[in-house]
Nanobody, 123 residues
Framework: QVQLEESGGGLVQAGGSLRLSCAAS????????MGWFRQAPGKEREFVGR????????YYADSVKGRFTISRDNAKNTVYLQMNSLKPEDTAVYYC????????????????WGQGTQVTVSS
């Protein structure tokens, strides 16, 4: 089992940057692919990006491609989401999630979830 906890959210002006962290418990973290999702009020949870177990593979939603970067440090049991050039439409609760098999865009495929961290981008 994997427990996840996000941190690093907050309020930022448009054009600014934030780095989210997702700390995982358990010795099997490196065997999981990780995803980042977000959910704005009144909207469904949407895929942001994913990274495979060793960080060699990443994939991003078109809406964040070129602005967001996912990385991981397996020695620290942590995955990161670097967000640059933030826009008001990036405002949402951001979640990290773990899955055994890399490749899914659907939240339903992910096995473990953090509690989320709020990101608010002001215009």
């Amino acid at each position: 089992q994997v427990q996840l906890e996000e941190s690093g959210g907050g309020l930022v002006q448009a054009g600014g940057s934030l780095r989210l962290s997702c700390a995982a418990s358990g010795r099997t973290f490196s065997s999981y692919a990780m995803g980042w999702f977000r959910q704005a009020p009144g909207k469904e949870r949407e895929f942001v990006g994913r990274i495979n177990w060793n960080g060699a593979l990443t994939y991003y939603a078109d809406s964040v491609k070129g602005r967001f970067t996912i990385s991981r440090d397996n020695a620290k049991n942590t995955v990161y989401l670097q967000m640059n050039s933030l826009k008001p439409e990036d405002t949402a609760v951001y979640y990290c999630a773990a899955v055994r098999t890399y490749g899914s865009l659907s939240p339903r495929s992910y096995d473990y979830w953090g509690q989320g961290t709020q990101v608010t981008v002001s215009s």
